[in-house]
DNA sequence: TTTAGCACTCATTTCTCTCGAGTGCTAAAC
DNA sequence: GTTTAGCACTCGAGAGAAATGAGTGCTAAA
């Protein structure tokens, strides 16, 4: 059954009203706001069917109304203004998405903030591949005969490299065949798979360079292992305090701890800009009384990442919304062309 | 003036209840812990000296006894016992510390993390050089006609790498030009000198090269002033809402901010193995209720980590103390010998 | 110097009361 | 049929007031 639009927009009033100040709110308040006169016993019978309906609650019988997880949904849905960013906000996203990238890691964890200063809530980060991350590439350096610089690249053009140390000494001339041998045999296949080659490979080699050669495969193999491993980043989990809905200590607690944990977070479902979670419509316990807005970004060709906002359920869906999806896109855009810097123009006096 | 050791004994009795209890500590408590028998009356003349003499406060008059600053200090001076470490909690520490070293940042903050665990309160961790970060050697790897892979080794063994991207060609042929450029011109001096010497070589080069090169240098520039920048990451922070004197949502969200901030934390004195600060003996206002206990380890030969544990100033420093040292001692010894593992026996069967 | 005894203090807890925002319902007005 | 005004009612929040009890300071005796 469909709402008449005098409720709907009895709903709006409520939910923006509660959303700004955590208050329930009564009839003659949403009396005031409505346009066209309409008295505040007109708002109590409405208010009544509403709540009958499902899409308001009552805290206890002589207080106003707060939305329902359901009101909520309708809301976002259908009430909901697309909010436009204005012009300051907008600069203030694209200075934060020019950041000088300095690692990927950093960028993220940077925008996450960025993110979390922005719209005043916790935020998390989730960067990393679809776990099928291979080996692209293997390149070794000389440094001294005790130590070596491993350089890997891996899909999704991201480059490690590390110095490794050795008791046994290194001659600068092994390397080359070194390097031959992993970009012969390990490149193209994932973490699980470098093992096996290498056991492949035992009888073949010459001893002294079977020992480096498993040394850097091992490392390989981290590399590889993290990489696939989806590492979250939150940020600003602190800002939970300063909200009403978690002055009380437990509560504040249960969640920065399960934000802290770093798993299950939600991930946006495939294809959707940008997903809304409200209340119970998360599975996790610790998020069953807040709401989470994530979206997701492309990074290059095979990776996907993803942001998130973590508040109470009387977020305020629009504007964090909006600033997320504008945010994701950005990154997108960032990520997506990742160029020299041609700023500075050659002159030659 | 020396304190009798009845006094002593008093005092840490009352130092070492409070630090389990978190309540003021009453006559009848003490008299029940002290060995001898004597009663609380006495008791209550040596507490009346001791608040007297400025070890103890009077919350209000009717309430137990807590420790002062000067008294915390006296504890940490003289009182406390070295707290040894079970072999259960060596083992622990130990293992965290055998962690797989990915990259010199994750271990800091799996560390940190680990810690935090540990004594169960927030830490911090800092790692950095000395802020004279110079370049060592950078080497560059072909990687398509419009990205390359610049891999550059700053002081201190730590080793970076990045993969540009061009929308000029470039050719294989160029890089080792570029790279003999670089090795000559650009190592073993740091950020802020980078800049000027490629101003010095803009005649020089050609302007194809040029261009490359100047794309190189900023990122070394990047990497060096980010090396020399003492980065801070934080652990555990949620834990202090677990603590009675944190209760107060304000306080915790102070003090919660001013660890994200990651600004102004306390620094070790130089030479000093673990340092105590107690309360109005931190500079930061946000400390000032609060204690560290802070530990430095080596990080090669050139380089200085920190470690910190934030706690109300009733936290247990014989027990933070004892695993903060030895953990610091455990990460110099990992950092010190960083050596290619040996483990697996090459066999030719 | 130590101890027992007792009056006193004061934070905390419990309860009672009041206040008022907001409701639900009824009956009249549109 | 819908809207409005009016009024009794509910219930949480906040303010005192009173009871509680842990712990003290002081005095006088051991």
Sequence with gaps: MELSSRKKQILKVVVEDYIETAEPVGSKVIAAQMEGKISSAT???????????????????SAGRIPSPKGYRLYVNELMEKHALSVAETEKINEALHI???ELDDVISQAGQMMSLLVQYPTYMMAGGKGAETLQ?????????????????????RVKSKLLKSDLPI???QLPALSELLNRHFTGIG???LGHRLMDLSGSVPPELFLLLSAVVSYATEILEEAGKQEIITAGTNRLLKLPEYRDVDKAHELMSFLDSKKNLPIPAAGAPVEILIGPENVDQALKDSSVVVASYDIGDNMKGLIGVVGPTRMDYASVAARLSYFAEGLTKMFGKNELPAKKETKDE
């Design 43 to 61: 708002i109590r019978n409405e208010l009544a069917d509403l709540v009958e309906m499902g899409y308001l609650e009552q805290p206890h019988t």
């Design 100 to 102: 000088k990238m300095a």
């Design 137 to 157: 590439r293997a390149e070794l350096l000389f440094v001294d005969e005790n130590s070596i610089i491993v350089v890997l690249m891996v899909s999704g053009s």
């Design 171 to 173: 001659t600068a001339e």
């Design 191 to 193: 973490a699980a798979e």
